[in-house]
């Protein structure tokens, strides 16, 4: 297995247990979206299926290309909107977290096309 695949594999462990919080938080009231729930869970199933097996990297590979594109327009709108320190930091390890998932993608599809 290599280092993007082990990467994959973290990433996809760390969306379903965001998932997983997600839903204790939404069952005790909080204002998160069972879309958000789904969307990690189904996150999570993709990377870790494209880490044991390369050639099912496309479905992946896209979802994390989605996600750095929003990471990248959430950053230029809180940096736009003059958002406060916190909210800046956080977004900005969201998008170094989702450009790491995404290379991580893309040289896994490089591999599966060897």
């Known amino acids: 297995m290599s280092v993007s695949q ?6 996809g462990i760390i969306e379903i ?19 958000t729930v789904a969307a990690s869970l189904l996150a999570g199933y ?10 099912k990297i496309m ?9 750095l594109i929003l990471s990248v327009l959430g950053t230029i709108l809180v940096l736009t909107s003059g958002g406060d ?18 290379i991580a993608a893309n040289n896994v599809k490089k591999q599966a096309k060897k």
């Open 6 to 11: 082990k990467t994959l594999r973290v990433f």
């Open 17 to 35: 247990i965001s998932a997983v919080l997600n839903a204790v938080s939404a069952f005790q009231g909080a204002a998160t979206s069972w879309l």
């Open 46 to 55: 993709l990377l870790l299926t494209a880490a044991k097996n390369p050639e």
């Open 59 to 67: 479905p992946a590979w896209i979802i994390t290309l989605v996600s």
């Open 85 to 102: 320190a916190a909210t800046i930091v956080g977004q900005a390890i969201a998008l170094v977290l989702n450009l790491i998932a995404f």
